[in-house]
């Protein structure tokens, strides 16, 4: 939703731009021709804060806390492991899993300093990472579970 949000405020400016673009003194409105959006993060947060946006959503109560330590040795044995006794036969699931837990186990964000100064109204507009799991949340309980219906017309 907060990209979707951000690509109009975008196609908005552009629009406007070429509609003023007839008279002399208006110039199409400053669009840099590259930004970076990713999350409604100001500054970079640990990982384990969407975890606790995500229990929050979902009412988790009851959870096993994990210190980040044991997670990264996880990681980096599982990591280990596959370099140096990876099965051929089934080498290329192991290299996903591994590839998709060495991003999980980094904090990657970009700035986006530069989109929120030329479009500052994004920050009336995008959802938290709260907001986001909780509507997820009700959307996902709106889909059926389309395992029983294909049960029922076999």
Same mark, same amino acid.
């Given at each position: 939703?907060?990209?979707?949000?951000?690509?109009?405020?975008?196609?908005?400016?552009?629009?406007?731009?070429?509609?003023?673009?007839?008279?002399?003194?208006?110039?199409?409105?400053?669009?840099?021709?590259?930004?970076?959006?990713?999350?409604? *993060?100001?500054?970079?947060?640990?990982?384990?804060?969407?975890?606790?946006?995500? !229990?929050?959503?979902?009412?988790?109560?009851?959870?096993?806390?994990?210190?980040?330590?044991?997670?990264?040795?996880?990681?980096?044995?599982?990591?280990?492991?596959?370099?140096?006794?990876?099965?051929?036969?089934?080498?290329?699931?192991?290299?996903?899993?591994?590839?998709?837990?060495?991003?999980?186990?980094?904090?990657?964000?970009?700035?986006?300093? !530069?989109? !929120? *100064?030329?479009?500052?109204?994004?920050?009336?507009?995008?959802?938290?990472?709260?907001?986001?799991?909780? !509507?997820?949340?009700?959307?996902?309980?709106?889909?059926?579970?389309?395992?029983?219906?294909?049960?029922?017309?076999?």
């Amino acid at each position: 939703r907060n990209v979707a949000q951000a690509i109009r405020l975008i196609l908005e400016r552009i629009n406007v731009g070429e509609l003023e673009q007839d008279t002399p003194t208006n110039k199409t409105p400053n669009i840099q021709p590259l930004y970076y959006y990713t999350r409604p *993060t100001i500054e970079i947060i640990p990982y384990g804060d969407y975890l606790k946006e995500f !229990r929050a959503a979902y009412s988790m109560k009851i959870f096993i806390p994990i210190p980040p330590s044991v997670v990264m040795a996880f990681f980096w044995l599982f990591h280990w492991l596959l370099s140096n006794f990876s099965p051929k036969s089934i080498d290329p699931i192991f290299h996903s899993i591994d590839y998709l837990l060495q991003v999980a186990s980094r904090e990657h964000t970009f700035d986006n300093t !530069r989109f !929120r *100064t030329d479009f500052p109204e994004i920050n009336k507009i995008e959802e938290s990472v709260a907001e986001c799991f909780i !509507r997820r949340k009700r959307t996902l309980r709106k889909i059926p579970d389309l395992s029983d219906l294909y049960a029922a017309s076999s």
